[in-house]
T-cell receptor
Framework: DTGVSQNPRHKITKRGQNVTFRCDPI?????LYWYRQTLGQGPEFLTY????????KSRLLSDRFSAERPKGSFSTLEIQRTEQGDSAMYLC??????????????FGPGTRLTVL | AQTVTQSQPEMSVQEAETVTLSCTYD???????LFWYKQPPSRQMILVIR??????QNATENRFSVNFQKAAKSFSLKISDSQLGDAAMYFC?????????????FGKGITLSVRP
Protein backbone atom coordinates (compact mmCIF):
# COMPACT_ATOMS: atom_id res chain seq x y z
CA ASP A 1 0.00 0.00 0.00
CA THR A 2 1.54 3.30 -1.07
CA GLY A 3 -0.95 5.64 0.57
CA VAL A 4 -0.66 7.65 3.77
CA SER A 5 -0.69 5.42 6.83
CA GLN A 6 -1.41 6.30 10.43
CA ASN A 7 -0.89 4.39 13.64
CA PRO A 8 -2.57 3.55 15.83
CA ARG A 9 -6.01 3.67 14.25
CA HIS A 10 -7.70 3.92 17.63
CA LYS A 11 -6.43 5.09 20.99
CA ILE A 12 -8.29 5.13 24.28
CA THR A 13 -6.57 6.86 27.14
CA LYS A 14 -7.31 8.31 30.54
CA ARG A 15 -7.32 12.00 31.18
CA GLY A 16 -3.87 13.25 32.06
CA GLN A 17 -1.96 10.61 30.10
CA ASN A 18 0.34 11.35 27.18
CA VAL A 19 -0.30 9.92 23.74
CA THR A 20 1.71 9.83 20.53
CA PHE A 21 0.47 9.24 17.00
CA ARG A 22 2.51 8.41 13.95
CA CYS A 23 1.97 9.31 10.31
CA ASP A 24 3.87 7.85 7.36
CA PRO A 25 3.33 9.98 4.26
CA ILE A 26 3.46 8.90 0.65
CA UNK A 27 7.06 8.35 -0.31
CA UNK A 28 8.79 11.49 -1.61
CA UNK A 29 6.00 13.81 -0.55
CA UNK A 30 7.65 16.92 0.83
CA UNK A 31 4.68 18.34 2.71
CA LEU A 32 2.91 16.76 5.63
CA TYR A 33 -0.15 18.12 7.41
CA TRP A 34 -2.02 17.37 10.61
CA TYR A 35 -5.72 18.10 11.00
CA ARG A 36 -8.21 17.46 13.79
CA GLN A 37 -11.79 16.46 13.11
CA THR A 38 -14.46 16.38 15.79
CA LEU A 39 -17.75 14.57 15.34
CA GLY A 40 -19.96 16.17 12.74
CA GLN A 41 -17.41 18.82 11.80
CA GLY A 42 -14.93 19.36 9.04
CA PRO A 43 -11.21 18.87 9.63
CA GLU A 44 -9.36 21.79 11.20
CA PHE A 45 -5.76 22.54 10.40
CA LEU A 46 -3.22 21.97 13.17
CA THR A 47 0.23 22.20 11.62
CA TYR A 48 2.29 21.42 8.56
CA UNK A 49 5.84 20.54 7.58
CA UNK A 50 7.89 21.19 4.50
CA UNK A 51 10.42 18.39 4.73
CA UNK A 52 11.61 18.53 8.36
CA UNK A 53 10.73 22.18 8.92
CA UNK A 54 7.51 22.97 10.76
CA UNK A 55 6.27 26.00 8.85
CA UNK A 56 2.98 26.83 10.50
CA LYS A 57 1.09 25.98 13.66
CA SER A 58 -2.55 26.74 14.29
CA ARG A 59 -3.64 28.49 17.45
CA LEU A 60 -5.54 25.24 18.09
CA LEU A 61 -2.18 23.63 18.80
CA SER A 62 -1.78 24.41 22.48
CA ASP A 63 1.43 23.98 24.46
CA ARG A 64 0.38 20.42 25.23
CA PHE A 65 0.68 19.49 21.56
CA SER A 66 3.96 18.94 19.78
CA ALA A 67 4.70 17.61 16.33
CA GLU A 68 7.92 16.52 14.75
CA ARG A 69 9.09 15.27 11.41
CA PRO A 70 12.68 14.14 11.85
CA LYS A 71 14.59 13.64 8.61
CA GLY A 72 11.57 14.80 6.64
CA SER A 73 9.95 11.37 6.49
CA PHE A 74 7.39 10.17 9.05
CA SER A 75 5.83 12.53 11.57
CA THR A 76 4.67 12.18 15.16
CA LEU A 77 2.04 14.16 17.00
CA GLU A 78 2.23 14.06 20.78
CA ILE A 79 -0.42 15.27 23.18
CA GLN A 80 0.64 15.69 26.78
CA ARG A 81 -1.71 15.66 29.75
CA THR A 82 -4.69 14.75 27.61
CA GLU A 83 -8.07 16.33 28.29
CA GLN A 84 -11.52 15.11 27.34
CA GLY A 85 -11.74 17.93 24.82
CA ASP A 86 -8.86 16.33 22.92
CA SER A 87 -11.12 13.47 21.88
CA ALA A 88 -11.28 13.63 18.10
CA MET A 89 -10.06 12.08 14.88
CA TYR A 90 -6.52 13.17 14.05
CA LEU A 91 -5.90 13.17 10.32
CA CYS A 92 -2.60 13.27 8.53
CA UNK A 93 -2.19 14.26 4.90
CA UNK A 94 0.76 14.59 2.57
CA UNK A 95 1.37 16.35 -0.72
CA UNK A 96 4.20 16.48 -3.24
CA UNK A 97 4.91 20.12 -2.47
CA UNK A 98 4.77 21.19 -6.09
CA UNK A 99 5.42 24.86 -6.68
CA UNK A 100 2.83 24.92 -9.42
CA UNK A 101 -0.55 23.32 -9.64
CA UNK A 102 -2.99 22.43 -6.93
CA UNK A 103 -0.55 20.27 -4.91
CA UNK A 104 -3.22 17.75 -3.95
CA UNK A 105 -3.28 16.53 -0.37
CA UNK A 106 -3.75 12.80 0.20
CA PHE A 107 -5.26 11.81 3.51
CA GLY A 108 -4.58 8.91 5.81
CA PRO A 109 -7.30 6.93 7.61
CA GLY A 110 -6.86 8.90 10.82
CA THR A 111 -6.28 8.07 14.46
CA ARG A 112 -9.40 8.22 16.62
CA LEU A 113 -8.56 9.38 20.14
CA THR A 114 -10.94 8.88 23.03
CA VAL A 115 -10.02 10.47 26.34
CA LEU A 116 -11.92 9.04 29.30
CA ALA B 1 -8.98 34.67 7.08
CA GLN B 2 -10.82 32.45 4.67
CA THR B 3 -14.07 30.77 5.65
CA VAL B 4 -16.08 28.01 4.02
CA THR B 5 -19.78 27.55 4.67
CA GLN B 6 -21.89 24.50 3.98
CA SER B 7 -25.34 25.33 5.27
CA GLN B 8 -27.09 22.06 4.43
CA PRO B 9 -26.22 19.42 7.05
CA GLU B 10 -27.95 16.57 5.24
CA MET B 11 -29.31 15.71 1.83
CA SER B 12 -30.91 12.68 0.30
CA VAL B 13 -31.15 11.57 -3.32
CA GLN B 14 -32.79 8.72 -5.14
CA GLU B 15 -30.44 6.33 -6.88
CA ALA B 16 -29.82 7.37 -10.52
CA GLU B 17 -31.05 10.91 -9.85
CA THR B 18 -29.04 14.13 -9.70
CA VAL B 19 -28.21 16.07 -6.55
CA THR B 20 -26.47 19.39 -5.94
CA LEU B 21 -24.50 20.17 -2.80
CA SER B 22 -23.99 23.85 -1.96
CA CYS B 23 -20.92 25.66 -0.68
CA THR B 24 -20.04 29.32 -0.25
CA TYR B 25 -16.74 30.79 0.82
CA ASP B 26 -15.24 34.10 1.77
CA UNK B 27 -11.80 35.33 0.79
CA UNK B 28 -9.96 38.48 -0.21
CA UNK B 29 -7.56 36.57 -2.45
CA UNK B 30 -8.00 36.58 -6.21
CA UNK B 31 -6.25 33.31 -6.88
CA UNK B 32 -7.02 30.13 -4.97
CA UNK B 33 -8.17 26.53 -5.26
CA LEU B 34 -11.45 24.95 -4.28
CA PHE B 35 -12.04 21.28 -3.62
CA TRP B 36 -14.75 18.80 -2.84
CA TYR B 37 -13.68 15.86 -0.68
CA LYS B 38 -15.66 12.70 0.02
CA GLN B 39 -15.42 10.89 3.36
CA PRO B 40 -17.24 7.53 3.36
CA PRO B 41 -18.21 6.10 6.75
CA SER B 42 -15.12 4.90 8.61
CA ARG B 43 -12.97 5.41 5.54
CA GLN B 44 -10.41 7.96 4.56
CA MET B 45 -11.07 11.20 2.80
CA ILE B 46 -10.58 11.27 -0.94
CA LEU B 47 -10.55 14.11 -3.42
CA VAL B 48 -13.58 14.27 -5.70
CA ILE B 49 -12.89 17.34 -7.79
CA ARG B 50 -10.84 20.55 -7.79
CA UNK B 51 -11.30 23.98 -9.33
CA UNK B 52 -8.68 26.65 -9.95
CA UNK B 53 -10.13 30.10 -9.38
CA UNK B 54 -8.42 31.57 -12.44
CA UNK B 55 -10.17 29.08 -14.71
CA UNK B 56 -13.60 30.16 -15.88
CA GLN B 57 -14.49 26.70 -17.09
CA ASN B 58 -16.21 24.54 -14.52
CA ALA B 59 -14.37 21.37 -13.59
CA THR B 60 -15.85 17.98 -14.47
CA GLU B 61 -14.84 14.48 -13.38
CA ASN B 62 -17.10 11.79 -14.81
CA ARG B 63 -20.42 12.05 -12.92
CA PHE B 64 -19.19 14.94 -10.79
CA SER B 65 -19.20 18.55 -11.90
CA VAL B 66 -19.05 21.92 -10.21
CA ASN B 67 -20.80 25.23 -10.68
CA PHE B 68 -18.17 27.81 -9.79
CA GLN B 69 -19.46 31.36 -9.45
CA LYS B 70 -16.43 33.46 -8.51
CA ALA B 71 -18.23 36.76 -8.09
CA ALA B 72 -20.82 35.16 -5.84
CA LYS B 73 -18.15 33.07 -4.07
CA SER B 74 -20.20 29.97 -4.63
CA PHE B 75 -18.94 26.49 -5.41
CA SER B 76 -21.57 23.77 -5.70
CA LEU B 77 -21.09 20.10 -6.54
CA LYS B 78 -23.46 18.27 -8.84
CA ILE B 79 -23.57 14.49 -8.75
CA SER B 80 -25.32 12.93 -11.72
CA ASP B 81 -26.69 9.39 -11.91
CA SER B 82 -26.24 8.97 -8.14
CA GLN B 83 -25.03 5.58 -6.97
CA LEU B 84 -25.26 3.85 -3.60
CA GLY B 85 -21.50 4.23 -3.26
CA ASP B 86 -21.87 8.01 -3.34
CA ALA B 87 -23.32 7.95 0.18
CA ALA B 88 -20.80 9.77 2.37
CA MET B 89 -19.95 13.07 3.99
CA TYR B 90 -18.87 15.68 1.48
CA PHE B 91 -16.62 18.56 2.44
CA CYS B 92 -15.98 21.71 0.52
CA UNK B 93 -12.48 23.09 1.04
CA UNK B 94 -10.45 26.18 0.17
CA UNK B 95 -6.73 26.55 -0.44
CA UNK B 96 -4.49 29.52 -1.03
CA UNK B 97 -2.17 29.35 -4.04
CA UNK B 98 0.68 26.87 -3.88
CA UNK B 99 3.76 28.39 -2.29
CA UNK B 100 1.75 30.38 0.21
CA UNK B 101 0.00 28.91 3.22
CA UNK B 102 -0.99 25.52 1.86
CA UNK B 103 -3.47 24.42 4.52
CA UNK B 104 -6.99 23.40 3.59
CA UNK B 105 -9.90 25.24 5.17
CA PHE B 106 -12.95 22.97 5.30
CA GLY B 107 -16.66 23.54 5.67
CA LYS B 108 -18.66 21.58 8.21
CA GLY B 109 -19.65 19.02 5.64
CA ILE B 110 -22.89 17.57 4.36
CA THR B 111 -24.11 14.02 4.83
CA LEU B 112 -25.45 12.59 1.59
CA SER B 113 -27.65 9.53 1.67
CA VAL B 114 -28.68 7.64 -1.46
CA ARG B 115 -32.02 5.85 -1.51
CA PRO B 116 -32.17 2.62 -3.52
Amino acid sequence: DTGVSQNPRHKITKRGQNVTFRCDPISEHNRLYWYRQTLGQGPEFLTYFQNEAQLEKSRLLSDRFSAERPKGSFSTLEIQRTEQGDSAMYLCASSPGRLAGSDEQFFGPGTRLTVL
Amino acid sequence: AQTVTQSQPEMSVQEAETVTLSCTYDTSESDYYLFWYKQPPSRQMILVIRQEAYKQQNATENRFSVNFQKAAKSFSLKISDSQLGDAAMYFCAYRSPTGANSKLTFGKGITLSVRP
